[in-house]
């Protein structure tokens, strides 16, 4: 039996792979809303969609239908809106009984899940997460290998990231800490949460680097040494990608080894729906290690990198 969603931010990046994602596991969308009216891309997979600029008359919509045709009520709500409003469209799912499937950061601040669970046991309704790469096959396969080894040894981890971004990113939400988290929440947590489920529990927070545009730091895992290095900064592109016209540069690597899974992204949000309809998908208790981890860089002191801690692109100056 289809179950009905509706769809916050609509008009977002992400937010076609969650229309093609419930498209393709045999759901309806229901409603829609964004405050931009942008959003002529749900006729690629939706053509009776209700759609709403104004949360008010979102809200008062998903209420009607719930009171008075419950057949088109929403069963979940997927959230694509800026990081900060997350929070809130969360609680809004549950309060019309519904589940929530929320794209990261699932919140900025830990505490916002401790309230998160509250309402979750109250509303006997669920809070799901997209981490999709969780569900990625080559980093499955590389889990099942770290678990399984016998030596107690860590990797040494070096995560570069850059993904060039121009002067709008500043002056949008995006360049907005508290609206976003910065770059350590916003581009990085992804990462973050990938290391950490592959390579254990955080022991150790370090930042060298917090900027605007860059952040760099060491975290110690489990079973990892991890450098890491975040830039929106052209110029910090290596001079083959920048050669070849390539705006992003991506790069994980153990004990100097590629990590390489650089195909079969297409389908990864369709995998977590499918998870989550079943009732397998990631909840609050899988978000939090991220999210603490990724609080503690926004909060942490910038010091100077010890022997074996600093990043290659790291530049001191």
């Known amino acids: 039996?289809?179950?009905?969603?509706?769809?916050?931010?609509?008009?977002?990046?992400v937010a076609p792979r969650h229309m093609q994602a419930i498209r393709d596991t045999g759901n309806r969308l229901v409603c829609a809303l964004d405050k931009s009216d942008s959003v002529g891309i749900l006729d690629r997979y939706f053509d009776d969609v209700d759609f709403f600029t104004e949360f008010e008359r979102f809200d008062r919509h998903v209420e009607r239908l719930r009171l008075h045709a419950p057949q088109?009520?929403?069963?979940?709500?997927?959230?694509?809106?800026?990081?900060?409003?997350?929070?809130?469209?969360?609680r809004f799912a549950?309060?019309?009984?519904?589940?929530?499937?929320?794209?990261?950061?699932?919140?900025?601040?830990p505490w916002n899940l401790d309230a998160l669970e509250e309402l979750e046991r109250h509303s006997n309704r669920r809070v799901w997460n997209v981490l999709q790469l969780r569900v990625h096959p080559s980093l499955i396969a590389l889990k099942k290998e770290i678990d399984a080894a016998t030596d107690e040894r860590k990797y040494?981890?070096?995560?570069?990231?850059?993904?060039?971004?121009?002067?709008?990113?500043?002056?949008?939400?995006?360049?907005?800490?508290?609206?976003?988290?910065?770059?350590?929440?916003?581009?990085?947590?992804?990462?973050?949460?990938?290391?950490?489920?592959?390579?254990?529990?955080?022991?150790?927070?370090k930042v060298f680097k917090s900027e605007a545009r860059r952040n760099s730091g060491y975290l110690e895992l489990e079973k990892a040494r991890v450098r890491w290095y975040l830039s929106l900064e052209k110029s910090d592109l290596p001079e083959k990608a920048r050669h070849e016209g390539k705006p992003t540069f991506r790069s994980i690597t153990r004990d100097g080894r590629e990590i390489e899974f650089s195909g079969g992204?297409?389908?990864?949000?369709?995998?977590?729906?499918?998870?989550?309809?079943?009732g397998r998908g990631f909840g609050l208790q899988e978000a939090r290690p991220s999210i603490e981890t990724a609080y503690a860089?926004?909060?942490?002191?910038?010091?100077?990198?010890g022997s074996g801690e600093a990043h290659p692109f790291l530049n001191e100056d």
């Open 72 to 90: 088109d009520a929403p069963d979940y709500v997927s959230i694509c809106s800026p990081n900060y409003f997350h929070d809130a469209h969360i």
């Open 156 to 205: 040494e981890i070096d995560l570069s990231y850059i993904t060039t971004r121009g002067k709008w990113y500043d002056y949008s939400w995006k360049g907005e800490i508290s609206k976003s988290g910065g770059i350590a929440t916003n581009i990085g947590i992804h990462f973050f949460d990938m290391l950490i489920w592959i390579f254990g529990k955080v022991q150790q927070v």
């Open 1 to 13: 039996m289809s179950k009905n969603f509706a769809l916050i931010g609509a008009a977002g990046y």
């Open 265 to 278: 992204f297409t389908d990864l949000h369709t995998t977590i729906y499918k998870n989550v309809l079943e």
């Open 94 to 109: 549950l309060r019309v009984g519904a589940d929530a499937l929320c794209e990261k950061p699932l919140v900025l601040n």
């Open 297 to 305: 860089i926004r909060h942490a002191r910038t010091e100077k990198p």
